[in-house]
């Protein structure tokens, strides 16, 4: 198998802790992981991404090439539409519906939804909401990451097991969080 | 034992495995995560590892080549421009040699994600005839770690291994050792006079240094790290340093048609470099960083060879490299994704909300309203955000710590100015023109001498207060 997952973010929305699950689950599946970041000048607010590359065979490149992203997995709907060169014809966008409006210019909101409807392959939840309505206020990331369990090729058992030794020495009850998470967004991507 | 690890933590962890005894650093990025993994590490806590950052990369320099002197192991770390900063100490340690194994790491930033430049350390390398290294993997760099400090010690140099920031800040997963090598005892190298770079000394040295060159390319012809792939077509080889190997193999899953020359390790391999000009008909040159190697292939002398590169405009002239431009520079097919969607926004990146340095580019934009030609200068950190809007609020950001030099300068340049006309008499003499020149803060002295408060007459006319009042009394019901 070979994923190339592009995670994108607003600086602060914890995209890398999507990226430390599946990079736990993969790692455990003997799996080949390549993961360029974004470090470096504060880049809180300002838009971030991480390239993320999982495959069963060696990974040369630390960059994805255009045109070749399976998934494109967003914490903001305007953020993932500025990969979509990167996504492949037949690729999937996993996205948060709200907007993170700290620019003057932030397009319309109905525009970038029309703007993700003309892609082929797109799952848009309101994970905050959802996250707030099952009081699980901190795993939204979590939720988005379930729904595009099927995108990345990963077995959903997995994952959990990834969450469970993730999150493992920080509590019960966060990992429970983020188990319930994982399964609200696997629930969404039907 | 596998562990996923950022390049940055693989070097670190490789020369904690290599015996390791002491890293000095600066930080900065790409680089900074080596000294944090060094400092938060177990092993280096057991063994009392010395881990400090240095008041700057000269200081940082100086120390790890002084715990060499003694023997040890020693790392110092930085980014490009730090090196900048060392190259005294950096290019006399070339002169002076090693006593301890002792590298020097340098993580450059093409496309300058957070510098001021992209210059290429391997120039540095060169000229102070120290030997280098350029890792292509994770693995690599932590392999490579452990090598750096045997060739240090044996060809008693300092060795540059020099990374790129998609090796300092990408995961991947990397085999590492299960136990780590012993540090070195203390070895005082007494009767080493090259330690004392007197004329007389430092000219027995320089020789000896430089007939060590040819050893030292002999070494880079040998190396496990460059490798001469050949190729069923020979209409071109393939030189591809660093990561720009990774790019190279990307483009070609079943194997490169070409012969590929992989260069990891300098002074460059002259006589691999030759085999490949001889054998194919171009030659195309793919480096992360400045055309380091294609200008020496280049040369001013006219020959066969057809040399193609950044400098022909087969790759681009500037920036990092990445799997589609290799893909142009090969003719292959990019492949085709989305277009890109032209109602997205930029969304720069901004000071954190209560940030501090909020406050005072503020305040200071406020002080600064009645005077239309003050010129602010700035420095490196995330404060240089304060020229964005809505502060913009500096006029400069050149390298660590010139705000107040070019302050001074610049100061001095309207005491100049000053002298100028009261010598021509051109103007009446000012109370304004008054100040001492030397520095911002003594015009703004001398200018609240003279003038009101900026905030006097406009904002408070029933009797005037200071801003920080005004913002008092402003602010008062916000609480």
């Known amino acids: ?190 | 034992m596998r562990k996923l690890l950022l390049g940055d933590e693989a070097i670190a962890q490789g020369a904690l495995d290599a015996g390791l005894s002491g890293v000095y650093a600066y930080p900065g990025t790409p680089s900074t995560e080596i000294t944090e993994y060094i400092q938060n590490s177990k092993l280096a806590v057991e063994r009392n590892v010395h881990r400090r950052w240095c008041t700057n990369e000269k200081t940082a320099m100086e120390a790890a080549l002084g715990m060499s002197f003694m023997g040890k192991r020693a790392l110092v770390c930085m980014k490009h421009v730090g090196l900048n900063v060392c190259a005294d100490p950096f290019v006399n340690s070339g002169m002076t040699g090693v006593n301890g194994g002792l590298v020097v790491l340098v993580a450059d930033d093409p496309s300058m994600h957070s510098s001021q430049d992209e210059q290429d350390s391997r120039f540095y390398g060169k000229f102070a005839m120290i030997p280098t290294l350029e890792p292509s993997t994770q693995q690599e760099a932590y392999d490579m770690m452990e090598k750096a400090y045997e060739l240090s010690e044996e060809v008693c140099l300092p060795v540059l291994m020099r990374v790129t920031t998609r090796m300092a800040h990408s995961r991947a997963v990397v085999e590492v050792k299960e136990t780590p090598r012993a540090e070195n005892e203390l070895n005082y190298d007494a009767k080493a006079s090259h330690w004392v770079l007197l004329p007389g000394n430092a000219i027995k040295r320089n020789i000896t240094v430089t007939g060590q060159q040819a050893e030292l390319e002999q070494r880079a012809v040998n190396s496990e790290y460059n490798k001469y792939i050949d190729g069923a077509d020979h209409s071109m080889g393939v030189i591809a340093t660093g990561i720009a190997y990774n790019y190279l193999m990307e483009c070609y899953p079943d194997g490169c048609p070409y012969p590929v020359l992989k260069i990891s390790q300098y002074p460059m391999p002259k006589e691999l470099i030759r085999r490949m000009t001889a054998e194919c008909y171009a030659v195309l040159i793919a480096e992360e960083g400045q055309p380091f190697v294609e200008d020496l292939v280049r040369g001013v002398m006219p020959g066969n060879a057809v040399i193609k590169g950044r400098l022909t405009g087969e790759l681009p002239r500037t920036g990092e490299l990445n799997p589609d431009a290799l893909k142009k520079a090969l003719g292959l097919p990019v492949s085709e994704g989305y277009a890109s969607c032209e109602d997205v926004a930029p969304r720069p990146p901004a000071l954190c909300q209560g940030c501090g340095h909020r406050d005072v580019y503020t305040a200071l934009n406020e002080v600064l309203k009645d005077y239309p030609n003050a010129r602010v200068f700035g420095d490196i950190g995330c404060y240089t955000l304060g020229f964005m809007p809505p502060f913009k609020a500096i006029h400069s950001c050149v390298d660590m710590g010139a705000s107040i030099t070019m302050a001074k300068g610049a100061a001095g340049s309207a005491r100049c100015h000053q002298r100028e006309c009261q010598h021509h008499r051109h103007h009446q003499r000012q109370p304004h023109h008054r100040y001492d020149g030397w520095s911002g803060l003594g015009r703004y002295r001398q200018v609240r001498r003279h003038l009101p408060w900026p905030g006097y007459d406009r904002r408070a006319p029933q009797g005037g207060c200071s801003p920080a009042q005004e913002h008092a009394r402003d602010h008062a019901s916000d609480a």
Request: aromatic letters at 4%.
């Open chain 1, 1 to 190: 198998m070979k994923t190339d997952i592009i995670l994108c973010g607003v600086g602060g929305q914890g995209i890398l802790s999507i990226a430390t699950v599946i990079g736990e689950a993969a790692m455990h599946e003997n799996l080949y992981i390549k993961q360029a970041e974004v470090h470096g000048m504060s880049q809180r607010g300002g838009d971030v991404q991480s390239n993320l590359r999982i495959s069963s065979n060696p990974i040369h490149s630390d960059l994805i090439a255009k045109g070749s992203a399976d998934v494109i997995i967003s914490m903001e709907p305007m953020e993932a539409l500025r990969y979509l060169p990167f996504l492949s014809k037949e690729g999937w966008i996993i996205t948060s519906s709200k907007p993170f409006v700290n620019i003057p210019n932030y397009p319309e909101v109905d525009t970038v939804m029309a703007d993700l409807a003309k892609v082929k392959n797109v799952i848009t939840l309101d994970i905050e909401q959802l996250a707030k309505d099952n009081e699980i206020p901190r795993s939204a990331n979590v939720i988005l990451l379930g729904a595009a369990q099927k995108a990345l090729g990963i077995e959903y058992e997995k994952l959990e097991n990834a969450i469970r030794r993730v999150f493992g020495r920080k509590g019960d009850a966060v990992v429970d969080a983020n188990l319930k998470a994982l399964a609200i967004g696997k629930e969404a991507q039907r």
